[in-house]
């Protein structure tokens, strides 16, 4: 027996793994060699099997994430088409209307809706109209905006300065910052 061998039987020590006790054994069965080059293979193997499901798990949580931000921007996308969509409805409806409210502000006009059951159905479309955002463009004296006006005419108008609106011709309508049908003014030449 070598020294390594006597000290190892001696002092009762257990080599620290198998391959250590192999190399301490030269003549030790081949059975017991392989045996510990299967337990560090096993060990390693076992070891790059964990890295590859950690792997997997990673990857697999990466494209979770990227589908819950893709539905969740899918998601607005749809409330915002669908509100976009609401609001082009409801100007549509409005645009139609456009011809009655103007057929009532002349009824107005001639006295025909002081009083009586048409005036109340008048205020009533007027105030449903109003509660859908509807707004009338009919202020005199404002700033000249061809944005929101049409000028039909363009006269002297005591009182009002230059560039501004004299007379409103036609009541014009917008919803919110789109107009539906821009006012028809006489501009004043401030004269």
């Known amino acids: 027996m070598s020294e390594a061998q006597d000290q190892n039987a001696n002092s009762g020590q257990q080599p620290e793994n198998q391959q250590e006790a192999a190399e301490a054994q030269p003549n030790a069965d081949a059975l017991g060699q392989a045996e510990a080059i299967l337990n560090e293979a096993g060990v390693s193997a076992e070891q790059s099997e964990q890295d590859e499901v950690g792997e997997v798990v990673t990857e697999l949580r990466n494209d979770l994430l990227r589908l819950q931000a893709e539905y969740v921007n899918y998601r607005k996308r749809v409330e915002r088409d669908r509100e976009a969509v609401r609001d082009q409805a ?22 025909d809706l002081t009083d009586g059951p048409f005036a109340a159905i008048a205020n009533k479309l007027d105030a ?12 005199a004296g404002v700033e000249f905006d061809p944005n929101v006006h049409e000028a039909l005419l363009r006269q002297p108008v005591e009182g009002i300065d230059a560039d501004h609106v004299g007379q409103i011709l036609r009541i014009g309508y917008k919803k919110g910052e789109r107009i539906l049908r821009a006012a028809q003014v006489m501009v004043s030449t401030g004269e």
């Open 128 to 139: 449903v109209l109003q509660s859908h955002g509807l707004e009338r463009i009919d202020q």
């Open 90 to 111: 409801v100007q549509s409806v409005l645009a139609t209307l456009l011809p009655v409210l103007d057929d009532v502000d002349a009824a107005r006009k001639h006295g």
